[in-house]
């Protein structure tokens, strides 16, 4: 009988596997692992272990996640939702997941994203909402993300980002922001985000900031400004910024070059813990005589303090002139004066 159990235990162990394992996946009990890449599936399969700790759904044709669909899978940790068309996720949906630790979603359809979509997340450390439609998110105050550590929501529609949107998400050390449409930056845009390291708002629209945007940000080393519309820049949106040392990449942006902005740029050298990590890059937009030409290979206040010596040596040259003919012209009607005296005597 025991002999019959050895033999039948291998078969047993196939069967139970096989069970939980949806159609088109593979699935590694020993690692905990279901790989579902590119398995033709519309929903999330409810036949799926307990044990599973790695799932991955990339490449598939899922609309919506909605809640109870993965509350069997507490011991979740990473879960990629990848290249879908899910356009809807119910609230409260990830929930029961509170051993997950990235979640997935790029290359979605999502509009919205908001923190009621990921309650219940408290070890969640990577949350990548990339290349997916976004228009608006919500995160302010997301007591259940405060262990997140990168936020990816690049490559959308965002025209806005709210001031203080990000609040509460104190542990946060990297934000993409990159590729969307965002033209303003707002005072305490990024309040709360103590733990910041890299922020990323390269290839925006943006074209002005207020000088309290990054007031908050203690720990930021880089900031990435590069490919976007600044013409200009104020030193006091910088100067606020208290950190050790800040990277800025500022260039690829239409710069209007002149003498104010050669002088922010001089001023930024000025303090130690700020640089320009691509100076050497940063080409002039405007005027267009300085169209392409390297900022760092033109003396703009020197041409300014040249013409404005110029400016300044006509006016005196003409006040002098002007000094000289008003004298002749006293001169000539004093000798006019006497000459008439000599005449009637």
């Not at 439609?133 to 995160?139: D, R």
């Not at 806005?160 to 449409?181: C, D, K, S, V, W």
Request: hydrophobic fraction near 40%.
């Amino acid at each position: 009988m025991a002999a019959l159990l050895l033999v039948l235990l291998p078969c047993l162990l196939f069967t139970h596997a096989a069970a939980r394992c949806p159609t088109g996946c593979t699935c590694q009990r020993i690692t905990g692992t279901v790989d579902c890449r590119g398995a033709h599936l519309s929903f999330i399969p409810s036949n799926l272990s307990v044990t599973t700790e790695y799932l991955d759904f990339t490449n598939n044709s899922i609309s919506n996640v909605s809640r109870g669909a993965l509350d069997a899978l507490q011991g979740l940790q990473y879960l990629m939702l990848d290249r879908n068309d899910i356009t809807y996720i119910e609230w409260d949906s990830f929930r029961a997941l509170t051993r997950l630790s990235e979640l997935h979603l790029d290359h979605n359809s999502l509009k919205d994203a908001r923190k009621e979509m990921f309650s219940g997340l408290g070890r969640l450390s990577l949350l990548s909402l990339s290349s997916n439609q976004l228009e608006t998110f919500n995160f302010l105050y997301a007591k259940d993300l405060d262990y997140l550590k990168i936020l990816k929501l690049d490559r959308n529609k965002l025209t806005r980002i709210p001031a203080g949107a990000f609040n509460g998400l104190i542990n946060l050390r990297y934000l993409h922001l990159e590729y969307n449409q965002v033209t303003y930056l707002e005072e305490w845009t990024f309040a709360g985000l103590w733990s910041l390291e890299l922020l990323y708002l390269n290839g925006n629209r943006i074209n002005d900031t207020s000088q309290q945007a990054f007031a908050e940000l203690q720990s930021i080393r880089a900031l990435y400004l590069d490919a976007n519309n600044l013409e200009n820049i104020s030193f006091e949106v910088f100067k606020n910024i208290k950190t050790v040392h800040l990277a800025l990449h500022l260039s690829q942006n239409p710069w209007h070059c002149d003498c104010d902005l050669q002088r922010t740029f001089s001023k930024i050298y000025q303090v130690t813990r700020l640089s320009i990590a691509d100076y050497p890059n940063i080409t002039c937009h405007n005027p267009t005589e300085l169209r392409n030409v390297p900022m760092r290979s033109v003396r703009l206040c020197i041409a300014e303090l040249v013409t404005i010596l110029i400016i300044t040596a006509t006016v005196i040259l003409a006040t002098i002139a002007a000094i000289f003919r008003a004298a002749n012209s006293r001169k000539r009607k004093l000798m006019r004066t006497r000459h008439c005296h000599v005449r009637d005597y």
